[in-house]
Every structure is written in structure tokens, then in C-alpha cells.
Nanobody, 127 residues
């Protein structure tokens, strides 16, 4: 049974920071690609960041480049999304997702590429 549980969301002022966590269980993290996605009501789910099964392979959406960082701690079976310089437009529900055996160990910023999804954590950026 594969399970992903997000945590770390909350309310933060513009310019502030949050670190989201995605705790994985039931599988070995080192053989999976992990993606972070976000979604607002009535909008399409959009990719934020991802990391391949080779942890030096990461990708980011243009909207979060130089502000967000994705990393893994295999010993804790956890993937992190460090979010800095947050903007009101970052307000979304954030989801983590996983897929097994990514091609060449790389991740994709495409939601259809992922098999397993967490329940999401709310991030609200407001003054």
C-alpha cells in the first residue's frame, strides 16, 4: 500500500517562507520520481517542482524558479518543498505525487505521469 501525506501548509505573509513535507510509506523512495503540484478551485492542476529517482535531477515551473527548492531525505522517506519569497498567487492546495521507474531517473512536470497522490495541504499567502 503506497501512501503520501503532505504537511506544512498554513497562512503566511507575502515574502515569507514555508516548508512542505511529503511523507512516503509503502515503497522505496529512491526508485520513484516525486512531483509537487498545486490547484485552485475551478482551475487545472499545475506542476510546481519535481525530483527524479536520481536526486540531482530536478525541474521547476517558471513561476517558482529561484524561489522554491525540492529535496529528499531518503532516511526519513520524505520529500520537501522549501518555498521562499511567497506571493499571493502562490495560494493553492499543494499535492505531492509519485511514479515508479521514471525514464532515465528523470521527473516530468506533467500530472498524468504520476500514479499516486496525497490528499493535499493548503497554502495561503495573504497580508
Amino acid at each position: 500500500q503506497l501512501q503520501l501525506v503532505e504537511s506544512g501548509g498554513g497562512l503566511v505573509q507575502p515574502g515569507g517562507s514555508l516548508r512542505l513535507s511529503c511523507a512516503a510509506s509503502g515503497f522505496t523512495l529512491d526508485s520513484y520520481a516525486i512531483g509537487w503540484f498545486r490547484q485552485a478551485p475551478g482551475k487545472e492542476r499545475e506542476a510546481v517542482s519535481c525530483i527524479g529517482s536520481s536526486s540531482d535531477r530536478t525541474r521547476h515551473a517558471d513561476s517558482v524558479k529561484d524561489r522554491f527548492t525540492i529535496s529528499t531525505d531518503n532516511a526519513k522517506s520524505t520529500v520537501y518543498l522549501q518555498m521562499n519569497s511567497l506571493k499571493p498567487e502562490d495560494t493553492r492546495i499543494y499535492y505531492c505525487a509519485a511514479r515508479s521507474r521514471p525514464l532515465f531517473g528523470r521527473c516530468a512536470l506533467t500530472h498524468s505521469d504520476y500514479h499516486y497522490w496525497g490528499q493535499g495541504t493548503q497554502v495561503t499567502v495573504s497580508s
